[in-house]
């Protein structure tokens, strides 16, 4: 499986940015999707997970309510929508493919994913 990230650049504080990942190789509904970033000197840190289903959602605490994770199975792409953007979310952010039996089960440790993406890097000027 192939991760392809794009969408990524710079933006204001208080603006949005809408990341993309669309994968090809194996059937992509097969795959609990999610997003997560990195900055330099720590550890990969978890954003938002998606469910084979679309139904489920997880985020974690620092961007619940300000970003929306979303999958459009049809375009085997999962989509990480970003507003109210602050300098504390610049990172480069990777997507990530998990496979799992559940259809409605999310994946919230990178040990847990299977196949990643390239990165995208996401700046947020103050």
């Known amino acids: 499986v192939q991760l392809q990230a794009s969408g990524g650049g710079l933006v204001q504080a208080g603006g949005s940015l809408r990341l993309s990942c669309t994968t090809s190789?194996?059937?992509?509904?097969?795959?609990?999707m999610g997003w997560f970033r990195q900055t330099p000197g720590k550890e990969r840190e978890f954003v938002a997970a998606?469910?084979?289903?679309?139904?489920?959602?997880y985020y974690a605490d620092s961007v619940k309510d300000r970003f929306t994770i979303s999958k459009n199975n049809a375009k085997n792409t999962v989509y990480l929508l970003m507003n109210s953007l602050n300098p504390e979310d610049t990172a480069v952010y990777y997507c990530?493919?998990?496979?799992?039996?559940?259809?409605?089960?999310?994946?919230?440790?990178?040990?847990?994913?299977?196949?990643w993406g390239q990165g995208t890097q996401v700046t947020v000027s103050s």
């Open positions: 990530a493919a998990g496979i799992v039996s559940s259809w409605h089960g999310v994946l919230s440790n990178d040990y847990e994913y299977d196949y």
């Open positions: 998606i469910s084979r289903s679309g139904g489920s959602t």
């Open positions: 190789g194996r059937t992509f509904s097969n795959y609990a």
